[in-house]
């Protein structure tokens, strides 16, 4: 994969990194004090991943997706998980239209370029497993047909902490599916006095231009893969992944693809960032968030998954 790549950087379009800095800069007007998580969410949607955002509700996971949508002038649609929410609620149906005499596809609120998938585990495994073909493959398949999802596609799902009354853990090849897991936690003091004397944050959003179009967003996702990673930055990457299958506290370290997630990743970090070549700290700030939600512990220490990635990075040196 990186013997395709050119041998140097490849600069953004001087108008396209001024759309990307203003779109990144609207954003958090409207998400206060959240600057690492609203950069995280934009490294996820041009990564061509998705985004899980794991917190207590009221805190902005669901303001942060409205106001990504409205920035990005993406069509948007939000699901409401709950437990009778069933498949078909969301990739839609096949109805026998009679004038025609045969069955017509009525296609759900997946197909939209943003979906909220509002507190995903609310809803039975069924339903949530519903949505990992779309996600992988940006299509889904009603009655043997496929059916192409709008480009871009970008799921960013909430999911309450899992001690909270009527929750289902995700399982593991659903956990994978997303790029980046992230929490947004209580705001600062000076940005929570700024949010309480300001307006109404819907009203902010209602009023927000269009930063950026969905043809741009195409073309930062083709300059991603463009982003130069040297010998020595595989090597990290790549010490990262195996100390995960060695570690006493782990039982199931990072997968190949979880590999190629945390490059791709660390790629497009290094693109907002401004930069059209990866540096180790461009792997060290995405890691945690992609690795901690992809590892299954062993039961053999007393850390958490978000504790013990953090552990791994001080670990392995950058050489």
């Known amino acids: 994969m990186t013997s395709t790549m050119p041998d140097t950087p490849v600069a953004l379009p001087a108008e396209l990194r001024t759309n990307l800095d203003r779109a990144v800069a609207q954003v958090n007007s409207v998400v206060l004090g959240k600057a690492s998580q609203v950069n995280l969410a934009f490294v996820s949607l041009l990564a061509g991943g998705h985004l899980l955002i794991e917190d207590l509700p009221g805190v902005g996971k ?5 106001a990504l949508a409205a920035t990005l002038d993406l069509s948007f649609q939000r699901i409401q998980f709950t437990s009778d929410l ?46 990992l073909e779309a996600m992988a493959e940006q299509q889904v398949t009603v009655d043997g047909r496929s059916h192409a999802l709008p480009a871009p596609f970008f799921v960013v799902a909430t999911q309450n902490p899992l001690d909270l009354a009527g929750t289902y853990p995700l399982p593991d090849s659903q956990l994978d599916r997303f790029l980046l897991r992230i929490s947004l936690d209580y705001p600062s003091r000076e940005a929570e006095r700024e949010l309480l ?58 997968s190949p693809r979880a590999g190629l997630a945390l490059l791709m990743a660390a790629r497009s970090h290094a693109l907002v960032a401004g930069r059209g070549y990866c540096l180790p700290e461009d792997v060290q700030a995405v890691f945690v968030p992609v690795a901690a939600h992809r590892l299954t512990l062993s039961g053999a220490g007393t850390r958490d998954r978000l504790q013990l990635a953090r552990a791994l990075l001080n670990e392995v040196p950058v050489r």
């Not at 669901?62 to 409205?66: D, E, I, M, N, P």
């Not at 005499?101 to 809803?123: K, S, T």
């Open 86 to 131: 069933l498949p078909s609620d969301i990739i839609g149906v096949s109805i026998f239209e009679r004038d025609h005499n045969r069955f017509e596809f009525h296609p759900g609120p997946l197909f939209a370029q943003l979906v909220l998938a509002d507190e995903i585990n609310r809803a039975t495994p069924k339903t949530q497993s519903a949505l």
């Open 197 to 254: 004397t300001s307006a109404n944050r819907q009203q902010i959003i209602a009023k927000l231009a269009p930063c950026m179009s969905a043809a741009e967003i195409q073309t930062l996702r083709e300059h991603v893969g463009a982003v130069v990673t040297s010998p020595a930055l595989i090597d990290y990457v790549q010490g990262l992944i195996s100390i995960t299958r060695a570690h006493a506290e782990i039982r199931i370290g990072l």
């Open 62 to 66: 669901t303001t942060l997706a409205h």
